[in-house]
């Protein structure tokens, strides 16, 4: 099945530093959106983009939604202990009548204090 | 106000058997989804319910797969007799309109098969 490229697959920072993970598809979405998942739990929305070029922040959290669609990146500024766990990136599209979303690998961030 | 309730979290079934999943969405939302996600893996979309009614099952397995969504109670991912390969963790998300940026996801079933 389709699948997003997630890069890179795992990061070691130190407390304090910044993050940037990104996403590609050779398809096009609707809407991109970052998840944070917690060992044992589902995963939480962090940001959601909906149009092409849109760049959109949440506190630490800035993402950005690619010209192209095809793309978008998470960055993750004054990393903190807590920011540990397993980043996906998701893409939203139509398929077969309903709004889907397709996952990335994600990324495990592991924040040394 | 709770979220997303799914049950059990932690579910462990011998081949052959069948496995039940249950998932209770927030109140009000009447669109189910199910997800799939494999060890070291992303999520995988696997059906899209309504109450009573199935409107996406393009992700599920041909066989031995099906979910509902009756008109009281919880939605329902039944598993009938259970391979290793089933052995996964399993996410119940629902949002109340017809959009994906209205998700909210469970806690997820973990199913392992022995």
């Known amino acids: 099945g389709q699948q997003l490229n997630q890069s890179p697959q795992s990061m070691f920072i130190q407390e304090g530093e910044d993050v940037s993970m990104n996403c590609t598809s050779s398809s096009i979405f609707n809407t991109w959106l970052w998840y944070k998942q917690d060992p044992g739990e589902g995963p939480v929305l962090l940001i959601a983009?909906?149009?092409?070029?849109e760049l959109t922040s949440n506190g630490r959290l800035t993402a950005q939604f690619g010209i192209t669609r095809k793309d978008s990146f998470l960055n993750i500024s004054a990393s903190i202990p807590s920011d540990v766990g397993i980043y996906f990136c998701a893409g939203s599209k139509t398929q077969g009548g309903s709004e889907k979303l397709v996952f990335g690998k994600g990324m495990k961030l592991t924040v040394n204090p | 106000n709770a979220g997303v309730m799914q049950n059990p979290r932690h579910l462990v079934r011998r081949r052959g058997q069948e496995a039940r999943l249950r998932c209770s969405p927030m109140?009000?939302?009447?669109?189910v989804y199910w997800y799939r996600q494999l060890p070291e893996e992303g999520l995988k979309f696997m059906v899209y319910l309504q109450k009573e009614n199935i409107i996406d099952e393009s992700g599920m397995p041909k066989e031995r797969f099906s979910a509902e969504f009756p008109k009281e109670g919880p939605s329902i991912l039944r598993i009938q007799q259970v391979v290793r390969g089933d052995s996964a963790a399993y996410f119940c998300?629902?949002?109340?309109?017809?959009?994906?940026?209205?998700?909210?996801f469970g806690s997820g079933t973990r199913l392992t098969v022995v």
């Open positions: 998300a629902s949002s109340l309109l017809r959009d994906s940026y209205g998700y909210t």
């Open positions: 109140k009000g939302h009447s669109h």
């Open positions: 983009l909906y149009k092409a070029g």
